[in-house]
């Protein structure tokens, strides 16, 4: 797993053994992303998902340290298996709306490279414990 920083982007990513298809899946289906959207020191997850361009979601995540942090955005593109793009907005990110890309690329047979990429995060802390908190979900997705 490999990580990029620039000035208010990041980018993370990680080969995952599935097909693009079942992990493109995996980041539209509510009761999925409360299985494995959560960084390490985070209980559990809960969801709910209107998978379609302008829909929103809403994931809650149960943090030991912090208790409930709510995560909102809205599905920008939905490009079954290639690209998913939304908007993301937590405390994290000082509540201001930041924009998340999703690439699901072939890799090693069997294997998909997924890669993260996040802009307009706020400062270098929002960056920070974004790229930690993404590092980590794809662990838990893998």
């Known amino acids: 797993m490999t ?5 208010s982007k990041i980018t993370v990513r990680r080969e995952i053994m599935a ?5 493109f899946d995996a980041w539209l289906d ?3 992303l409360a299985q494995w959207m959560r960084p390490l020191d985070c209980t559990h997850a809960t969801a709910k998902v209107t998978a379609t ?28 298996p290639r690209r998913l ?10 509540h201001i709306e930041t924009l998340v890309t999703v690439d699901f690329r072939s890799a090693k047979p069997g294997m998909t490279e997924v890669v993260i990429t996040q802009e307009r ?7 920070q414990n ?7 979900i794809l662990k838990v997705l893998s």
Not at 53 to 77: A, C, D, N, T, W
Not at 121 to 127: G, H, K, R, S, Y
């Open 19 to 23: 097909s693009a298809e079942e992990l």
């Open 130 to 136: 974004h790229t930690q908190g993404w590092s980590d």
């Open 30 to 32: 509510a009761d999925g």
């Open 53 to 80: 361009v302008g829909g929103p979601f809403e994931i809650v995540m149960h943090s030991r340290s912090q208790g409930p942090v709510l995560h909102r955005g809205v599905y920008k593109i939905i490009d079954r």
């Open 121 to 127: 995060l706020p400062d270098a802390e929002a960056e």
């Open 3 to 7: 990580e990029q920083r620039d000035v």
């Open 85 to 94: 793009v939304f908007t993301w907005n937590s405390p994290s990110t000082h």
